[in-house]
């Protein structure tokens, strides 16, 4: 009963760094055994931001009730995050589209095969220049 | 008004982003963080040509969905890494017709596919009608097309004018 304040808090502080962690080892450990690149770009893309948010709402937590003092700059890590995380994978596999086309992959195509081509009579962005007048047109910038 | 604040929006961002980073919310960070908003825009306007026109309601409703589907996402991706063995997994790429026509839009769109449930997009053709995506496990490809398109790029619609 005589317990004070804080040591709820370092325990509410501790289980969200032990989550995040948890979260962090559950991405890479997906990296390590799933069967392709493909399908290892979604372990880094999403079982990491959670465990970078717990982390984060831990810090938060712990200089509010530790130090009396709201800290903000920590929800600008994860909205960083969410702009960039989207824009390394969609590159990663941009460029194994186009080392699969080319021949030189570092490895095989995976489980799910080589991408199909789009219907009509365009291919994808990755090996054709984009069309004029679609929104990937800058030749005219 | 258009001279000194060529991007309304930009700029309100910058300022709250300013204030949130210094995290003090005195009269001094105030006034700073709105010379940097007011200095910013107009010194890279000639870097941003258009201005798309965005509703602002459906937007926070749909960041407040997009949140929720990243945490849901977060567990789900977990369980296939954790449980599921390697040859009772279905990967597979997956077509998505767009409807959306602006490059904000598309971009949009393609950023929600990649930090939700077990779908990362991959490329745009060319033509700028379809949207290549690899699904972590998708035993019925259509239908998780029908749920993307009906989930993400409908609000999207209502979002960008």
């Known amino acids: 009963m005589n317990t004070p304040p804080l040591a709820y808090a370092d325990l509410f502080v501790s289980a969200l760094i032990v989550l995040g962690a948890g979260f962090a080892l559950v991405g890479s450990w997906g990296l390590v055994r799933l069967p392709s690149l493909m399908e290892r770009l979604h372990g880094p893309t999403k079982a ?37 995380a989207p824009i390394s994978a969609n590159m990663i596999a941009k460029v194994h589209l186009h080392r699969l086309r080319t021949g030189e992959a570092s490895e095989p195509a995976g489980p799910a095969g080589p991408p199909p081509p789009p219907p009509g009579s365009a291919d994808w962005a990755t090996h054709e220049v984009p069309h004029e007048g679609t929104p990937g047109d800058f030749a005219g910038d | 008004m258009s001279r000194l604040l060529p991007h309304p929006g930009l700029s309100a961002l910058l300022v709250v982003m300013w ?46 969905i997009v949140l929720w589907d990243i945490l849901v996402a977060n567990f789900q991706v977990a369980a296939i890494i954790l449980f599921r063995r390697t ?43 379809y949207l290549l995506v690899h699904a972590l496990h998708a035993p019925d490809p259509a239908s998780e097309v029908a749920k993307v398109k009906a989930r993400y790029e409908a609000r999207l619609k209502e979002i960008f004018l």
Request: net charge neutral; aromatic share 12%.
């Open chain 2, 87 to 129: 040859h009772d997994l279905r990967p597979a790429w997956v077509t998505i017709p767009l409807e959306l026509t602006s490059a904000e839009a598309i971009t949009v769109f393609a950023g929600t596919i990649s930090l939700t449930p077990g779908t990362v997009s991959a490329d745009v053709s060319a033509c700028g009608k």
């Open chain 1, 48 to 84: 990491s931001t959670l465990g970078l948010g717990a982390m984060l709402v831990a810090s938060v937590v712990w200089f509010q009730l530790g130090k009396g003092v709201w800290t903000t700059h920590e929800l600008l890590i994860p909205m960083f995050l969410f702009i960039t």
């Open chain 2, 19 to 64: 204030m949130v980073m210094v995290g003090d919310f005195t009269f001094g960070t105030l006034f700073l963080a709105l010379v940097v908003g007011v200095l910013v825009p107009i010194f890279t306007a000639p870097w941003w040509p258009g201005r798309p026109r965005v509703r602002f309601r459906p937007a926070l409703a749909y960041a407040a």
